[in-house]
């Protein structure tokens, strides 16, 4: 049997990627009796059936499962921001860093648009962030700033780019590797890709090996799933501190003695931190209210 990764589901065929080629399969009837999940991003394992065809006969373990969009063995998010036009929103950013961080992905913070930015303002964000642990790349596209650097964290990984809009993703992936920042167009008759399309998640090979995941109407703001209780999980700085509140069950908001508050008080966490830390978990309390 041959090994590969589904790049794309479309109308009951799977494509996968093979080396350099495209084989379009089938599954296996018995994975169609039984209950079965397989994703773009899956690793399976196939036999041929003919020239580029063949069918499924096995789906390999998963190392990671990504639920907004449905991705199987993502690797890393790669967020990225805008620093001016959009001017980057430090609330913003962290509420993609928590869906990131509940999500249990390798979290990549980019920067773009730098050459635009006001170097002491950037500067202070940047460090702000990777005193917290997060691995800060600031680039400018348009220019080839920082494209080397973020590539090779992108080399042999399943990456997927996640950001608000006017961000500059697409000229960023344009830039490390012309035409793969397109999501219309004519890009591949073979897997359907194009205007005309129905489009649905897939993954983008990278010329010197890894993925780029591409998806249509992708948002990464959305809490409904997470628990109150759990938020502090999300935010690196405050999860350590929650042991040493007086109770607990505190969850660092109007309860006295908390360890986080007094920790934001000092400026050991910093007071944008928690105010995003309080917006979200207000967010989550009214959204257990509507069920």
Not at 127 to 144: C, D, F, H, M, N
Not at 239 to 264: G, M, R
Request: charged share 25%; with cysteine.
């Amino acid at each position: 049997m041959l090994n590969g990764i589904v790049v794309k589901a479309y109308n009951s065929y799977y494509y996968i990627q093979s080396g350099s080629k495209i084989v379009t399969c089938n599954l296996r009837g018995r994975f169609k009796k039984g209950r079965f999940s397989l994703l773009v991003g899956d690793e399976v394992a196939y036999t041929l059936t003919g020239p580029e065809k063949g069918i499924i006969e096995e789906i390999l373990p998963r190392r990671s499962l990504l639920k907004r969009p449905m991705v199987a063995n993502v690797d890393q998010v790669v967020l990225t921001f805008a620093a001016v036009n959009p001017d980057i929103s430090s609330s913003l950013v962290d509420r993609f860093l928590v869906i990131a961080e509940f999500s249990e992905l390798e979290i990549i913070l980019c920067i773009n648009k730098i050459d635009l930015a006001d170097s002491e303002v950037l500067a202070e964000l940047v460090e702000r962030y990777q005193q917290i642990g997060y691995k800060v790349l600031s680039v400018a596209a348009k220019l080839g700033t920082g494209i080397e650097q973020l590539y090779a964290q992108l080399h042999d990984k399943i990456s997927v780019f996640a950001g608000p809009s006017g961000a500059g993703k697409s000229t960023i992936l344009n830039a490390i590797q012309p035409g793969l920042g397109l999501t219309t167009g004519e890009v591949s008759q073979k897997i359907g890709r194009g205007k005309h399309t129905t489009r649905f998640a897939e993954l983008l090979p990278f010329e010197g090996g890894g993925f780029v995941v591409d998806t249509p109407g992708f948002s990464f703001t959305e809490f409904k799933d997470m628990e109150e209780t759990h938020l502090m999980d999300y935010f690196p700085e405050i999860f350590p501190l929650a042991p040493k509140c007086k109770f607990n069950t505190c969850i660092h908001y109007k309860e006295p003695q908390c360890a986080v508050k007094q920790a934001v008080a000092e400026g050991v966490i910093h007071a944008d931190r928690y105010q995003s830390y309080l917006e979200i978990l207000n967010e989550i309390r009214e959204n257990k209210k509507g069920y």
